[in-house]
């Protein structure tokens, strides 16, 4: 089955400490994202990454990094900058033209990161 | 600055009857995407039904509907013959084609058996 996979479920980081979230898709999308979600708030733009080898920061970037080695997968590393980590983190993805408006983007279940 | 604003934070239905979300949404943009999204208590988020600003027909996804008003930046969800399995968050999102969706707040809406 297509579909887009996020690992660990729950995820404890201690002070200090780097943490990474997986997010891998077999969807063949060209596009992926990071969005975060605090209680009471809708979801926010982290990163996001068009094609390999490129991402662009989106609203709440300080803290967090990302990689786009693999079409299939687009890594999040919560670094000890980020200060106020805990939250809800999901990731999706979508097909992406350059000569058409936003193509639907589809989530994957998302990673609970807890602090320590 | 692009907003989304839905102003209902909670809403609740009686079973099998129609209840309707508000969303409106603040831009300059004339051409835009705008989208349902559903988040049950799994958390994950599902798409209900996207609506291309061009067009003015309505889209509508079996029991899901919207009104989209685009001179008053309003797209609202309405939800016929209400489900228990309906319960859930629903989120409005806004995007001019720059694959950067705009969240609002979320309703979390009760369904009453």
């Known amino acids: 089955d297509g579909g887009i996979t996020q690992s660990p479920k729950y995820l404890f980081r201690k002070e200090g400490q780097n943490v990474t979230l997986s997010c891998e898709q077999n969807l063949n999308h060209d596009a992926m994202y990071w969005y975060r979600q605090d209680p009471g708030q809708g979801l926010r733009l982290i990163y996001y990454?068009?094609?390999?080898?490129?991402?662009q920061k989106g609203d709440i970037a300080e803290g967090y990094s990302v990689s786009r080695e693999k079409k299939e997968s687009f890594p999040l590393t919560v670094t000890s900058a980020q200060k106020n980590p805990t939250a809800f983190y999901l990731c999706?993805?979508?097909?992406?033209?350059?000569?058409?408006?936003?193509?639907?983007?589809?989530f994957g279940p998302g990673t609970r990161l807890l602090v320590l | 600055a692009q907003t989304v604003t839905q102003s209902q934070p909670e809403m609740s239905v009686q079973e099998a009857e129609t209840v309707t979300l508000s969303c409106t949404y603040d831009?300059?943009?004339?051409?835009?995407?705008l989208f349902w999204y559903k988040q049950p208590p799994s958390r994950q988020m599902i798409l209900v039904i996207r609506q291309e600003a061009y067009k003015q027909q309505n889209a509508t996804e079996n029991r899901f509907s919207v009104n989209f008003q685009k001179a008053a930046k309003s797209f609202s969800l309405k939800i016929s013959d209400s489900q228990l399995g309906d319960a859930a968050m629903y989120f409005c999102a806004w995007d001019f084609g720059n694959e950067k969706l705009t969240f609002g707040t979320g309703t979390r809406l009760t369904i009453i058996p």
């Open positions: 990454s068009q094609i390999v080898n490129d991402f």
């Open positions: 999706a993805s979508s097909i992406y033209k350059t000569d058409s408006y936003q193509e639907t983007q589809y």
């Open positions: 831009t300059s943009e004339s051409d835009y995407y």
